[in-house]
């Protein structure tokens, strides 16, 4: 048992980062691919299984690890942060610094999944696609599906929009050519639309998925990622509540903890339910760079890949 405790203030903070670090190099991340148990057939045939890691998983894992070992740099990201958060958002602050970004497939697993889910390949020479990215961040997450569908459309011009809500990340997004749209509503027959983490942190998250079902082309693929479980919460309004919530708990007659499967089977139904058809979906982690602290951090997500349903 380590009884040694550091005194000073940085050095208390460097040791319990070391021992933080060092429960995260334990983590068996199978967990975060598998489940537990199975759903109904309908979606559990649904279901695209990524099993661990892959290569480009474990290269975004390292390049954190160098990132959060940067002291200084974590140093003046606090500091900067005690001083901007009384007039910027969380995510305002992320974008003018330049930190948090997120990760949650690689080029090689969006492939599958997108592959799985029945996205068009058979695409005629110079033939647009549209994608939109619905909350885009960074747009670091948007460029690795952008190259999943020029890998799966080789002869397709790609044509990116973005919307995000934050101004410090549509500067961003602008500056990697994205065409940053401020309402969903400005596109019509997108073959591609995303949103990822998105209708937990939205004021109107039914209202969001009625814009993306009008907004789909009638062949399109819709990819939506939820994280579980799920809890809301609202950056920009004092109350950070929703206007209803996305996943309804009240009714539930145990006071055990959900779990994945049962919130997932809750979401897949209520999106069948708003037209959309379930036509491939997975389980992985939703990471984030770390900070002072520790490397990285993760939540588990449910990644939906969506067609509209035909009458």
């Known amino acids: 048992m380590d009884h040694y405790r ?33 759903l109904p057939e309908r979606f559990q045939s649904k279901f695209v299984a990524l099993k661990r890691p892959d290569t480009t998983t474990v290269r975004w894992l390292e390049r954190a690890k160098m990132l959060s070992s940067n002291i200084w740099m974590h140093l003046w990201h606090a500091l900067a942060k005690s001083v901007l958060q009384f007039f910027m958002t969380q995510t305002d602050i992320n974008g003018l610094l330049k930190r948090g970004s997120m990760f949650i497939l690689s080029e090689e697993q969006f492939y599958k999944l997108l592959e799985a889910g029945g996205f068009p390949t058979a695409i005629l020479p110079a033939e647009r696609i549209t994608l939109l990215d619905i909350g885009a961040g960074d747009g670091e997450i948007s460029l690795r599906v952008a190259n999943s569908v020029s890998q799966l459309s080789a002869n397709a011009v790609l044509q990116v929009f973005a919307t995000e809500a934050s101004w410090t990340m549509r500067d961003r997004l602008k500056k990697l050519n994205f065409n940053v749209v401020s309402e969903i509503r400005e596109l019509q027959n997108v073959e591609l639309i995303l949103c990822l983490n998105v209708l937990d942190r939205c004021f109107d998250s039914f209202k969001l998925l009625e814009d993306i079902h009008s907004a789909l082309a009638p062949k399109g693929r819709a990819v939506v990622a939820l994280v579980l479980p799920y809890m809301h919460y609202v950056e920009t309004n004092t109350s950070h509540l929703p206007l209803r919530p996305l996943l309804d708990h009240s009714n539930r007659k145990t006071c055990r903890e959900t779990t994945f499967e049962e919130e997932a089977l809750m979401f897949l139904d209520l999106l069948e339910n708003c037209g959309f058809r379930v036509e491939a979906w997975t389980k992985a982690p939703y990471l984030c760079e770390g900070d002072i602290h520790q490397s990285f951090y993760w939540l588990i997500d449910l990644i939906v ?7």
Do not use: M
């Not at 890949?305 to 009458?311: G, R």
């Open 6 to 38: 550091p005194r000073g203030t940085l050095a208390r903070v460097i040791h319990a980062k070391f021992h933080n670090d060092n429960f995260l190099a334990s983590l068996d991340t199978q967990q975060w691919y598998s489940l537990n148990c199975e």
């Open 305 to 311: 890949v969506l067609s509209k349903k035909t009458t």
